[in-house]
């Protein structure tokens, strides 16, 4: 029946369905036979409306005079290409469907398509040619979709670099002297590092304003600057009158670098610390070429460099104590205090350390192990040498205010080890909790003056004085400061929390042992299963420990 039906179009280019007149539709007509009528009729590649085929069959069988007027189901469908954008404008993709025995896809379409889109930067050549030539090989109906503009994100600026013209007496010590057997012997330190006076020191690398980017319709990016600073002049060094740029010595001595500038002190230069110097209380910097010997006492208000050991001694410095090989401890009972101490207000650098308390106000590194160590630092600790194949943090327990990471967390064997990570937590969560009280406070004092004020213009102009509604004004004012400033100090701590919380956690690179417990705020896990590399973080709600291989939660 469908035979007699389906007509095609003078310019062949739509498909009617028309019943004959005098032809009547019985209950049994449907759609079934129709895809072997287009095939006699030579469009089975035409584009079909399958509800209107649907609703033709209906009316036919209903006998209305629409089905014998003709109604439109199928016709000839040109390639079609449109383009897809990202919503950052950062991607522009083509999305191009196969004809139903239509046009098939030119050049001109698709850059006439890009046109339509603003799409003029990032474009890629290849990416089009491959468009035009999969558009070949498409059925009818056949979707393809191919990346053809990719925006340039902006390339944020250096920040400033402060380069030291001298060097680090820290590094003169690990040097090795003996080149062929490649060994640090520590009785050749070769001479002091000094400098003369006014002999460049360190010279500033301005910061740099950074690349901008675009996106695939053209808008620019901004980059991000970089951070720039000013070289900072420090103790016996001033800036080069003829170059901002660079630090120069006023006078001379030991040369000690900071993170932007150069102090030169008269340091004191001991080989050991032992019974015949006795202890050392020193106002500036002590460098020890050799070891600190045990019971020894070493107190500086500059920084401590050792050479060696620091054995059983304590040493208290206010600024970095730099240790080139290790901080070493005897054991001792459980509860009695250790027999190694060193306390900075800076920052502990070592190899390694065992047995031993270290507190510092900034952070820790240690480059091969820290064993059975008590540590409290204020920032973060690290346990790993620069190519983090070595660093193993087991035993004892250590109280970080920032992150911890290292390669190797526990040891195998029964020694427990405890991290108690980003111990600020409960300080942020208090200074928070004041604030909103403060804040609220504000708004209810804010809520006061208001209803005064409704109260104060509900009594008769006669009653009233521009005094009191002056007073009120200046109220309201000082309120709402006091709302805005308590507002912007709450969003502020808010913002450095979170950071802080995302920032703040246990790293480790390859392996997390049994017996390693992890604290956040009063939350703690216990890890009772060996584990590869794990990072450890906090959500306010619980502790998650997720796989660095793999991006899933592990259970503990």
């Known amino acids: 029946m469908w035979d007699n039906i389906v007509t095609l179009s003078e310019d062949k280019q739509q498909v009617v369905a028309r019943l004959p007149s005098g032809t009547v539709a019985d209950a049994s007509f449907d759609h079934r036979l129709l895809s072997v009528a287009l095939d006699t009729l030579g469009v089975s590649d035409y584009f079909l409306f399958e509800e209107e085929v649907l609703r033709f069959v209906t009316l036919a069988k209903e006998g209305k005079g629409e089905a014998y007027e003709g109604i439109l189901i199928a016709e000839v469908r040109d390639t079609s290409v449109v383009v897809e954008l990202s919503a950052d404008e950062m991607l522009a993709t083509i999305v191009v469907t196969g004809p139903y025995s239509g046009k098939v896809l030119r050049g001109s379409d698709i850059i006439y398509c890009l046109a339509q889109a603003y799409i003029t930067k990032g474009i890629n050549k290849l990416a089009l040619r491959k468009v035009l030539m999969m558009s070949t090989k498409l059925k009818p109906g056949e979707i393809f979709t191919q990346p053809v503009a990719k925006g340039t994100l902006p390339v944020r600026g250096q920040d400033a670099k402060f380069q030291a013209l001298v060097e680090d007496i820290t590094r003169q010590v690990l040097k090795p002297r003996n080149k062929d057997a490649g060994k640090i012997d520590m009785r050749d330190l070769g001479e002091t590092i000094t400098v003369g006076i006014n002999e460049p020191l360190m010279k500033r690398i301005p910061a740099t304003k950074g690349t901008a980017g675009f996106t695939v319709r ?75 010997e045990p019971g020894m006492i070493v107190k500086a208000t500059g920084g401590v460099t050792v050479g060696g050991f620091i054995e059983s001694a304590e040493v208290q410095a206010q600024a970095d104590i730099k240790v080139a090989k290790g901080i070493i401890g005897h054991t001792t009972k459980e509860g009695d205090p250790k027999s190694c101490k060193v306390i900075s207000k800076g920052s502990i650098t ?164 049994t017996r390693v417990t992890i604290q956040f705020g009063d939350e703690t896990v216990t890890t009772k299963r060996t584990h590869g590399g794990s990072i450890f973080s906090f959500n306010q709600y619980e502790i998650l420990c997720s796989s660095k291989m793999k991006q899933e939660d592990l259970a503990l």
């Open 218 to 292: 053209g808008r620019i990016i901004p980059p991000i600057p970089g951070k720039d600073c000013l070289i900072k002049p420090g103790k016996g060094t001033y800036i080069s009158p003829d170059d901002p740029n660079l630090l120069l010595a006023a006078s001379p001595g030991l040369p000690i670098i900071k993170e932007r500038s150069i102090e030169v002190d008269d340091a004191l230069c001991v080989s050991n610390v032992d019974v015949s110097t006795g202890h050392i209380k020193f106002k500036g910097n002590v460098f020890v070429s050799g070891n600190i």
């Open 350 to 513: 070592a190899s390694y350390a065992q047995n031993a308390e270290l507190q510092a106000a900034n952070d820790i590194r240690l480059g091969v192990h820290s064993m059975s160590n008590d540590i409290r630092c204020g920032n973060n600790l690290t346990v790993m040498d620069t190519m983090k194949k070595h660093g193993t943090l087991s035993g004892g327990e250590a109280k970080v205010g920032g992150k911890v990471e290292c390669v190797f967390l526990g040891v195998e064997g029964d020694t427990a080890t405890k991290i108690h990570s980003f111990a600020r937590y409960d300080g942020y969560r208090q200074k928070i909790a004041e604030l909103k009280e403060s804040y609220k406070h504000a708004q209810e004092q804010t809520m006061s003056v208001i209803r005064k004020e409704l109260e104060f213009k509900r009594r008769p102009k006669s009653e009233r004085s521009e005094e009191q509604a002056l007073a009120i004004q200046q109220k309201r004012e000082q309120n709402d400061q006091a709302i805005e400033k308590n507002k912007s100090q709450l969003d502020r701590l808010e913002a450095e929390f979170e950071t802080h919380l995302a920032e703040c956690t246990v790293e480790v690179h390859e392996k997390v042992y």
